[in-house]
């Protein structure tokens, strides 16, 4: 099983829009867990993050429920500006010396 | 504040050829990454640092690819001899402790093997 997993989409929504992405995960001693976004030909950068149950940040949500090991990242009132690829990204361990594992992304495009 | 800098932006090279990469991460910044990204898919990690030691290079192909951090600074990534499934972007990430803080990453380099 890999230690990421995303549905890679492409979702396509209408501006205005409520859209939701998952990303399930394997390593149990995960504690923190990162949401980045990357435009396309971009570098990642950070969205959120998630350290407890979940984090809201204006338009966006993060959820994040430990015992079925699963992220989920909600955008609401979808702009055009929000196309681009979200990468769940995951820990490997709770100390600061371990790995981050991205997820391969989930591609969005927002239309007019 | 100055953000992660990489050169070159793009590389194009022949298989069985060497090509270097360069990586200047925020001042101050303790730890720094290098990692491939594939077309379609999430950045994986190479070779991670932390001052100028190696924390993690589990994943790195240590018959072709080897990477430095002299001086707890800048880094290069080596890649010799190139293959064609080395083609990739490969970004450079600097964050000021470990995995916990904010991971800042450069604009990357696209190489192309042909």
């Known amino acids: 099983r890999k230690e990421v997993e995303q549905d890679p989409g492409p979702f396509n929504v209408p501006e205005g829009a409520t859209v939701a992405f998952n990303c399930t995960y394997s390593?149990?001693?995960?504690?923190?867990f990162f949401w980045y976004r990357q435009d396309c030909r971009k570098e990642p950068k950070l969205l959120m993050s998630?350290?407890?149950s979940g984090n809201e940040d204006g338009r966006f949500t993060a959820q994040l429920n430990r015992a079925s090991q699963y992220i989920s990242l909600l955008i609401r009132d979808s702009k055009l500006s929000d196309s681009a690829t979200y990468l769940c990204v995951v820990p490997d361990r709770g100390s600061t010396l371990g790995r981050l594992y991205f997820g391969r992304g989930t591609q969005l495009t927002v239309w007019p | 504040e100055a953000g992660v800098a990489q050169s070159p932006r793009y590389k194009i090279i022949e298989k069985r050829q060497s090509v270097a990469f360069w990586c200047n991460p925020i001042?101050?910044?303790?730890?720094l990454y290098w990692y491939q990204q594939i077309l379609g898919q999430g950045p994986k990690l190479l070779i991670q640092?932390?001052?100028?030691?190696?924390?993690?290079d589990s994943q790195l192909p240590k018959d072709r690819f080897s990477a430095e951090r002299l001086k707890g600074v800048d880094s290069t990534l080596k890649i010799q001899p190139a293959k064609l499934e080395d083609s990739a972007v490969y970004l450079c990430?600097?964050?000021?402790?470990?995995?916990?803080?904010?991971?800042?990453f450069g604009p990357g380099t696209r190489l192309t093997v042909l």
């Open positions: 990430a600097s964050s000021l402790r470990g995995v916990g803080d904010t991971q800042y």
């Open positions: 640092f932390q001052n100028n030691g190696v924390v993690d």
């Open positions: 390593n149990s001693a995960s504690q923190s």
């Open positions: 001042s101050g910044h303790a730890t």
């Open positions: 998630v350290y407890s």
